[in-house]
């Protein structure tokens, strides 16, 4: 796997993230802080688990430090970076396309 490969699932994440929120407040719920981040991380492990997804040996790759991680563990740490990266792509989506005048925002 890339380091492309990698940000392009942050931003399948991402994309799935929002449409499950969308999906949720079409039921007038209120969603905490913490809910978002808590979807996010559920498609992250879903996605890592499923992918064998392992961010330490895309790193590995890229810079040679051997992180010594067993192959589980580092998919679960993967999909805590995916979560968070996910989170780094929606503030970069917002500063690059920041909504006009009742326009509704797509992320």
């Given at each position: 796997?890339?380091?492309?490969?990698?940000i392009?699932?942050?931003?399948?994440?991402?994309?799935?993230?929002?449409?499950?929120?969308t999906?949720?407040?079409q039921?007038n719920?209120?969603?905490?802080?913490?809910?978002?981040?808590?979807?996010?991380?559920?498609?992250?492990t879903?996605?890592?688990?499923?992918?064998?997804?392992?961010?330490?040996?895309?790193?590995n790759?890229i810079?040679?430090?051997?992180f010594?991680?067993?192959?589980?563990l580092?998919?679960?740490?993967?999909?805590?970076?995916?979560?968070?990266?996910?989170?780094?792509?929606h503030?970069?989506?917002?500063?690059?396309?920041?909504p006009?005048e009742?326009?509704m925002r797509?992320?």
């Open positions: 796997m890339t380091l492309q490969a990698f392009t699932l942050a931003i399948l994440v991402e994309v799935a993230t929002g449409i499950v929120k999906v949720i407040s039921f719920l209120t969603l905490y802080d913490w809910v978002d981040q808590a979807i996010s991380l559920a498609f992250s879903l996605i890592a688990v499923a992918g064998r997804v392992d961010f330490f040996s895309i790193v790759q810079i040679s430090v051997d010594n991680l067993p192959k589980a580092g998919i679960m740490l993967s999909a805590l970076v995916l979560s968070r990266g996910s989170n780094a792509i503030d970069l989506f917002k500063r690059l396309n920041p006009a009742n326009q797509l992320w």
